[in-house]
């Protein structure tokens, strides 16, 4: 909504102010104008100008933007080969060719796209990355519309999964409304709701309507392999601030005093809700099994009234609801920081619980943790994913959660919040946006920041839907 630009297509949801949502049309550079409202949806089509090439990631990734929405773009046979054609192609069989937007789209009604090779897919859900295995039912037919069902549909995303056939797109034509029924449920509103690092700053900051996106920002004394205090005088040692992002607040200062009005969130309460963290990272990091990654969104509850954290006796426990996914946050080699076990090499999911790693609290071992349903686990759970995208939804029901990472539920937790519950609700206090800033390869802190290789993530805005009134 805000400033996003997408590429190829669609509409252009405001953030504070307005928007515009509707029908679009995505194409290679070029790619929109016209726009026009027919009815009750909007419709753009494609002109000379309009999208056009405004970051590239890597040899196959990069976004497409017009000024105001921007698509994501992730294809093996250079996506913008041609003038008024988009490519994509699957890199392997793990690994489609993806067309996606980043800006929200509210209201997304059909898309008809014209197209030669494929076969090509599209999925629209309500959350960025909410299903991204595709079924006979997503089939695109060349210059066909295809319809969704669903009033607050927002994101868009087309794969291509032959590593034999390009597909060549001419037209992406998206219908929609601009009834803003995902955005209102945005939990952050930019200049608003305060914001501060995550334990440190994300570097390389963009603080968007439609999402928030960081670099991390690895120094010798804030990664998961320093050691000591810089500033003796500190609370923590320096290997906790390794936590890297953005923490947002669900309030902002006024003075010094906390306030909670006119923010979308400031004043809510419930005890039957949900929230969903969707998050992407960077393809070159994704796809490099050698490379260090971490996503870690957290959310911190509080009771109903209760406007701080602190010394505070009627504060929660746990306060977070916590996810982790990638590479370990500590100590990824294995074996060289001895004063923690629950340690572990690769990538996988894992929780923060009760018991694991053999810890009062610890962090659970992904080869023997499972599923909540037993079926497999974590780390078999985070293999599942073939594409740099990670729904996580943390679902607060009475005195219980879970915690569910691209449709998977990782945790449940009974009794959770209260020893004896009697229908609390609870507030939002912040939601932190993390990633982690690694150490070198050798297993040290390093000398220069120089030396490391950052990462980018980005972070959609967080969505929080009271579910309360559902039966």
């Known amino acids: ?22 029908y679009n049309i995505l194409s290679k550079n070029n790619v929109f104008t016209n726009l026009k409202a027919e009815d009750d949806y909007y419709e753009m089509g494609i002109v000379d100008g309009g999208f056009e090439l405004s970051s590239i990631y890597d040899d196959s990734s990069g976004i ?18 041609e003038e008024g054609e988009l490519h994509l192609k699957a890199k392997d069989e793990n690994t489609p060719g993806v067309l996606c937007n980043q800006t929200v789209i509210n209201g997304i009604i059909s898309v008809t796209v014209k197209f030669s090779g494929g076969p090509l897919y599209a999925i629209a859900t309500s959350t960025f990355a909410e299903r991204t295995n595709y079924v006979v039912g997503d089939e695109l037919t060349h210059n066909t519309e295809k319809a969704f069902s669903g009033d607050d549909l927002g994101y868009l995303l087309i794969l291509a999964p032959s590593t034999d056939i ?25 200049g608003v709701n305060r914001y501060t690092g995550a334990r440190s700053w994300g570097a390389n900051r963009k603080m968007l309507h439609d999402y928030i996106e960081f670099t991390t ?62 998050v992407m990272v960077e393809p070159r990091v994704f796809y490099d099994v050698d490379a260090w990654f971490s996503v870690a969104p957290w959310v911190a509850l509080n009771k109903e009234g209760n406007v701080g954290f602190g010394d505070n006796p009627e504060k929660l426990e746990p306060i977070y609801m916590q996810s982790y996914i990638g590479n370990d946050n500590y100590d990824p080699l294995g074996n060289i920081r001895q004063d923690r076990t629950d340690t572990y090499t690769g990538r996988f999911y894992t929780t923060f619980s009760a018991g694991g790693g ?56 009974e009794d959770a919040f209260y020893d004896n519950y009697d229908g609390e609700k609870y507030t939002i206090d912040n939601m932190a946006l993390h990633g982690v800033n690694y150490g070198l390869k050798d297993g040290t802190a390093g000398d220069a920041s120089s030396e490391y290789d950052p990462y980018r993530l980005t972070y959609l805005n967080p969505v929080v839907r009271d579910l309360s009134e559902i039966v």
């Open 64 to 81: 497409l933007s017009n000024g105001y929405m921007e698509f994501f773009y992730l294809s093996h046979d250079k996506a913008l080969e």
């Open 217 to 278: 920002d690895p120094k010798p004394s804030n990664n998961n392999y320093s050691v000591g205090k810089t500033d003796p005088e500190q609370d923590y040692a320096d290997c906790w601030y390794r936590w890297n992002g953005v923490s947002l607040r669900n309030h902002y200062l006024d003075g010094e005093e906390r306030k909670y009005d006119g923010l979308p969130f400031g004043e809510f309460a419930s005890n039957k809700f949900e929230v969903i963290c969707s």
């Open 166 to 190: 390009t597909v060549a797109m001419t037209d992406v034509i998206v219908k929609y409304r601009c009834e803003h029924d995902t955005d209102e449920n945005f939990f952050y509103a930019p």
């Open 1 to 22: 909504m805000k400033r996003r630009n997408i590429f190829t297509t669609f509409l252009i949801s405001i953030a504070t102010v307005f928007m515009v949502l509707g």
């Open 358 to 413: 053999g810890y009062s609290y610890g962090f659970v071992d992904p080869d023997e943790a499972t599923l909540v349903d037993g079926s497999m686990t974590l780390r078999a759970a985070y293999a599942q994913t073939t594409l740099p995208f990670f729904n996580v939804r943390f679902l607060v029901d009475g005195n219980s959660y879970s915690v569910y990472i691209n449709g998977l539920e990782v945790l449940h937790e």
